[in-house]
């Protein structure tokens, strides 16, 4: 029952996210040989889909909707005065957060698919290839590390009540993140930059010329990526335990 | 009274927005020593400290942040009162719908003249703390800009937040149109012509207003964009005024 209230209560979200990731992936696709015409020096189409999907545009929108995703919660029932109605079901603020934070997280990594299923599928309608490998590559670093965006704001939400508050704060504060990634002696541990593992760049694991995933993924820094995840909506659950409302 | 109103369900964003756009000037004018070899080693033509600056907060990170507050400023639509169920009082005060939205409307985009005279002041104050410096001028001549482009990207979501009840609703396809409009413009041939770029807009790369390789102010006159970017703004805060005057609510 409950997941089904959380599905319904961020339904719009999830499928206007997928559906616009999808409509960019389509339209990069099919605007491919005007986008390498107008770029400044001779692009190839898989250097074309590295820049335009995982790297700008439909990364940004996906990095947006994880994080708007991430964003509601008890506390925002809380302001909205609904927070009586969903606490007055029989079930625990415990398995409201996490059945609310799975659902999130669902949406997040049916997100990250959408590129995997679009990108092959529809390059050979433009005449391109691009390897469904690649894509679901790039899609698995996407599930990883958009559940921390998902997550930190997830908690974030859960610490301040402030209207769209935890959107502002969690974007700042990653902005913050990728400044202290250019510090110098931190830029000597590439698997701590997060942005870097999300599209590859500067990775081991990427070829800078070719644009695509060369070596092993980074199994380690993704199972540490979702750990972290982990314990920032654990955090959001004692906090919304122990508060008096 | 009204003002008021609408300023205190709007301060937390604001007050987040302006501290985050003064953390990213702080922080890139106080460790410039550390940040200008990688802007100049991305950007081949960043060779002094203006250019820096530009790339770092008048023509990218600081507008991107700008853009990003007006998005979440715009959120205040009378659609996001129905779902917090306070829509009853405001509809019970004194006061037409027209002017509700147009009070709502005149108070954002102060809050976005506010937040765009935040950097031109921090980095001309702290420049000379790390020993450089940047004319006044050269700031304040974003102002129209980015308080126009600001304006215009704010009417956006506001737009956004007049027509979608859902309050995540209405950020999540403002957001997403907003990009939409960005890869457009970009990209697709009959827009690409035209100086519709709202983020070149307030960066001053649309019209030659800035010198691609020097991004000094180059005098040509702006006029016409700063017009054509108002009208569209307006028109678009007309249009919700419209709407909410013919919404049932």
């Not at chain 1, 099919?30 to 995982?54: G, I, N």
């Not at chain 2, 031109?120 to 001549?141: A, C, D, E, K, R």
């Given at each position: 029952?409950?997941?089904?209230?959380?599905?319904?209560?961020?339904?719009?979200?999830i499928?206007?996210?997928?559906?616009?990731?999808?409509?960019?992936?389509?339209?990069?696709?099919?605007?491919?040989?005007?986008?390498?015409?107008?770029?400044?020096?001779?692009?190839?189409?898989v250097?074309?889909?590295?820049?335009?999907?995982?790297?700008?545009?439909?990364?940004?929108?996906?990095?947006?909707?994880?994080?708007?995703?991430?964003?509601?919660?008890?506390?925002?029932?809380?302001?909205?005065?609904?927070?009586?109605?969903?606490?007055?079901?029989?079930?625990?603020?415990?398995?409201?957060?996490?059945?609310?934070?799975?659902?999130?997280?669902?949406?997040?990594?049916?997100?990250?698919?959408?590129?995997?299923?679009?990108?092959?599928?529809?390059?050979?309608?433009?005449?391109?290839?691009?390897?469904?490998?690649?894509?679901?590559?790039?899609?698995?670093?996407?599930?990883?590390?958009?559940?921390?965006?998902?997550?930190?704001?997830?908690?974030?939400?859960?610490?301040?009540?402030?209207?769209h508050?935890?959107?502002?704060?969690?974007?700042?504060?990653?902005?913050?993140?990728?400044?202290?990634?250019?510090?110098?002696?931190?830029?000597?541990?590439?698997?701590?930059?997060?942005?870097?593992?999300?599209?590859?760049?500067?990775?081991?694991?990427?070829?800078?010329?070719?644009?695509?995933?060369?070596?092993?993924?980074?199994?380690?820094?993704l199972?540490?990526?979702?750990?972290?995840?982990?314990?920032?909506v654990?955090?959001?659950?004692?906090?919304?335990?122990?508060?008096?409302? | 009274?009204?003002?008021?109103?609408?300023?205190?369900?709007?301060?937390?964003?604001?007050?987040?927005?302006?501290?985050?756009?003064?953390?990213?000037c702080?922080?890139?004018?106080?460790?410039?020593?550390?940040?200008?070899?990688?802007?100049?080693?991305?950007?081949?033509?960043?060779?002094?400290?203006?250019?820096?600056?530009?790339?770092?907060?008048?023509?990218a990170?600081?507008?991107?942040?700008?853009?990003?507050?007006?998005?979440?400023?715009?959120?205040?639509?009378?659609?996001?009162?129905?779902?917090?169920?306070?829509?009853?009082?405001?509809?019970?005060?004194?006061?037409?719908?027209?002017?509700?939205?147009?009070?709502?409307?005149?108070?954002?985009?102060?809050?976005?003249?506010?937040?765009?005279?935040?950097?031109?002041?921090?980095?001309?104050?702290?420049?000379?703390?790390?020993h450089?410096?940047?004319?006044?001028?050269?700031?304040?001549?974003?102002?129209?800009?980015?308080?126009?482009?600001?304006?215009?990207?704010?009417?956006?979501?506001?737009?956004?937040?007049?027509?979608?009840?859902?309050?995540?609703?209405?950020?999540?396809?403002?957001?997403?149109?907003?990009?939409?409009?960005?890869?457009?413009?970009?990209?697709?041939?009959?827009?690409?012509?035209?100086?519709?770029?709202?983020?070149?807009?307030?960066?001053?790369?649309?019209?030659?207003?800035?010198?691609?390789?020097?991004?000094?102010?180059?005098?040509?006159?702006?006029?016409?964009?700063?017009?054509?970017?108002?009208?569209?703004?307006?028109?678009?805060?007309a249009?919700?005024?419209?709407?909410?005057?013919?919404?049932?609510?």
């Amino acid at each position: 029952m409950y997941w089904y209230k959380s599905w319904c209560e961020i339904r719009t979200v999830i499928l206007l996210g997928i559906a616009s990731i999808a409509v960019a992936c389509l339209f990069i696709v099919f605007h491919q040989q005007s986008m390498r015409d107008q770029a400044s020096e001779p692009t190839t189409y898989v250097a074309l889909v590295w820049k335009a999907v995982y790297d700008s545009f439909v990364f940004d929108i996906f990095f947006i909707l994880s994080i708007v995703l991430g964003s509601d919660g008890l506390l925002h029932e809380k302001t909205i005065g609904t927070s009586g109605f969903t606490l007055a079901l029989p079930v625990s603020r415990r398995r409201i957060l996490l059945t609310r934070a799975f659902v999130g997280y669902c949406a997040v990594l049916a997100m990250a698919l959408t590129p995997a299923i679009v990108l092959p599928l529809c390059s050979r309608f433009s005449g391109q290839h691009y390897s469904a490998a690649q894509a679901l590559g790039f899609s698995l670093l996407w599930g990883c590390c958009g559940s921390i965006f998902y997550a930190y704001t997830f908690l974030l939400a859960h610490l301040m009540e402030g209207e769209h508050s935890a959107i502002l704060v969690a974007i700042t504060s990653l902005m913050a993140y990728r400044f202290l990634m250019a510090i110098p002696w931190l830029t000597h541990v590439p698997m701590l930059n997060i942005f870097g593992i999300v599209n590859g760049e500067d990775m081991p694991f990427f070829n800078e010329s070719t644009h695509l995933l060369v070596g092993p993924m980074p199994w380690l820094a993704l199972l540490v990526v979702l750990f972290i995840a982990s314990v920032f909506v654990f955090l959001a659950v004692r906090r919304m335990e122990t508060m008096d409302f | 009274m009204l003002w008021y109103k609408v300023w205190r369900e709007s301060s937390v964003r604001f007050l987040i927005s302006a501290a985050s756009i003064a953390g990213v000037c702080l922080v890139r004018v106080l460790f410039e020593h550390r940040f200008f070899p990688d802007v100049a080693h991305e950007r081949p033509g960043v060779h002094n400290y203006i250019q820096y600056l530009y790339w770092t907060i008048f023509g990218a990170g600081g507008r991107g942040l700008l853009q990003l507050s007006c998005l979440l400023l715009g959120l205040g639509g009378l659609q996001r009162d129905r779902k917090q169920n306070t829509l009853g009082f405001t509809l019970a005060l004194p006061i037409r719908r027209p002017r509700l939205v147009m009070t709502r409307a005149l108070v954002g985009y102060l809050q976005v003249f506010a937040l765009s005279l935040l950097p031109p002041f921090i980095v001309w104050t702290t420049s000379p703390l790390v020993h450089q410096s940047m004319p006044l001028s050269y700031g304040l001549n974003f102002l129209p800009f980015w308080t126009i482009g600001g304006f215009a990207t704010f009417s956006i979501t506001f737009l956004c937040s007049v027509l979608f009840t859902g309050e995540y609703t209405a950020l999540a396809v403002g957001s997403v149109s907003y990009f939409f409009y960005i890869i457009v413009c970009q990209s697709v041939n009959p827009f690409r012509l035209y100086p519709l770029h709202v983020a070149e807009f307030m960066g001053g790369r649309l019209g030659n207003v800035i010198d691609a390789n020097t991004l000094l102010w180059t005098g040509n006159s702006s006029f016409t964009l700063l017009a054509g970017f108002t009208l569209a703004a307006i028109t678009i805060i007309a249009a919700c005024t419209f709407i909410t005057t013919r919404q049932d609510l």
